[in-house]
């Protein structure tokens, strides 16, 4: 009789963003990219010692002994895809998401690999931006110092089915050893007699080749989800299905006469958040009585990656309040975007306060411990989830 035993590995777990829509779109193209990026993916997989464990779909789940082997297998994957996402039209590339966690997980007599550390490195994943690598706190202890690339700490994470948010980090450029000699040749290239020429030649041609991929990709399907791209992709007026299928985690709920969007953006100015509201046919939530807050807030909770935790705060979506710019601080002045008064308010203890100056806007957030809450409080632009609100016709 085949027993269980648990391992203590390394679990890479990837997955494909915004897989579902791109097979909706065009299945057979779609289904021929995904083999070519699993042609890269799996030898290099098995080139750093790790074992493909679980497939289903466009997901992947790999083991490693090592885990230096399963953060260089991962950087390496998304450098060799981008490499070769580059050659293709943007509305054409497909990105993996990447979560890395050491944990420990039991070997099912097919290979399948299941447990909590499965479970953590699957949550990762969805936490990662498309082409990205997020990694457990355990993993960075393990591989810090040993490889030259930098790791930021992005927080800590709220997920599902953890009592205990998630110290996760990202993986970002290469260092390089070399870094002093590097910036001294290009300090004295930069006083070079040829530099200002070449710069502004090179400025030319770059506003030349923005506005030619600006028109030419105006029949495109949305592009694949950069934040980079959003308020260019405004400008190109998409509908509002095309334009919910460019970012890459929307959560929707009904409530009453109106639809709510929580939209994850990785990155906006408060006027391009009104913008999309705006395309939407909506605007930026208002919350009317508690029950729509408590209903809204569950919204927030109904995917993973629309909270994060820094240190004992827990950071949870905008919502459309602002204050006045002569508004008293630090609670004067405090209004809906789309110009309604409050009718309504939920502030944590304290809050608005103003903490840190600047702070004109609303979200939900925790109490001063690392839990979630339908508390709001005062805060700086937001830069991860808001909410929409779309009155129905």
């Given at each position: 009789m085949y027993k269980n035993s648990k391992r203590l590995l390394t679990i890479l777990a990837a997955d494909v963003a915004g897989f579902t829509k791109l097979v909706s779109e065009d299945e057979e193209a779609t289904l021929h990219r995904l083999a070519e990026l699993r042609s890269i993916m799996d030898p290099i997989i098995k080139s750093y010692g790790g074992r493909i464990a679980n497939t289903a779909g466009d997901s992947v789940l790999a083991c490693f002994d090592n885990p230096t082997g399963a953060v260089e297998a991962a950087i390496s994957i998304q450098e060799q895809h981008n490499a070769n996402n580059a050659q293709l039209r943007?509305?054409?590339?497909?990105?993996y998401r990447i979560g890395i966690n050491i944990g420990e997980v039991v070997q099912q007599p097919n290979g399948d690999l299941l447990g909590h550390g499965v479970n953590v490195a699957s949550r990762l994943e969805t936490i990662s931006e498309p082409g990205g690598i997020c990694l457990a706190e355990n993993v960075i202890e393990q591989v810090k110092g040993s490889l030259d690339y930098r790791f930021t700490k992005i927080g800590e994470h709220?997920?599902?089915n953890l009592d205990q948010p998630l110290k996760v980090y990202k993986v970002g450029e290469a260092t390089l050893p070399t870094y002093e000699k590097a910036a001294r040749r290009l300090?004295?290239?930069?006083?070079?007699?040829?530099f200002l020429p070449l710069l502004f030649a090179v400025v030319l041609i770059s506003i030349g080749f923005s506005v030619f991929a600006l028109l030419s990709n105006k029949s495109d399907e949305a592009k694949s989800f950069d934040p980079e791209y959003l308020e260019d992709f405004l400008t190109l007026d998409p509908s509002p299905e095309e334009l919910l299928e460019f970012f890459d985690l929307v959560t929707v709920g009904e409530y009453e006469d109106s639809t709510y969007y929580v939209i994850r953006t990785w990155g906006a100015e408060f006027e391009i958040l009104e913008k999309v509201s705006e395309a939407l046919g909506g605007h930026l939530v208002t919350i009317t009585d508690e029950?729509?807050?408590?209903?809204?807030?569950?919204?927030?909770l109904q995917d993973d990656g629309h909270w994060a935790f820094e240190g004992n705060l827990a950071l949870g979506p905008l919502i459309g309040l602002v204050q006045d710019p002569e508004g008293a601080e630090p609670d004067g002045g405090w209004r809906w975007a789309n110009g309604e008064p409050m009718s309504f308010s939920n502030w944590k203890r304290g809050s608005p306060d103003n903490s840190s100056g600047n702070q004109d806007f609303g979200n939900f957030q925790g109490p001063n411990v690392p839990k979630t809450s339908p508390l709001w409080n005062d805060t700086t632009i937001w830069k991860r989830s808001f909410i929409v609100e779309v009155p129905k016709p």
């Open positions: 943007t509305s054409d590339r497909m990105r709220f997920v599902k300090q004295a290239w930069v006083r070079g007699q040829y029950e729509e807050n408590d209903f809204v807030y569950q919204l927030t």
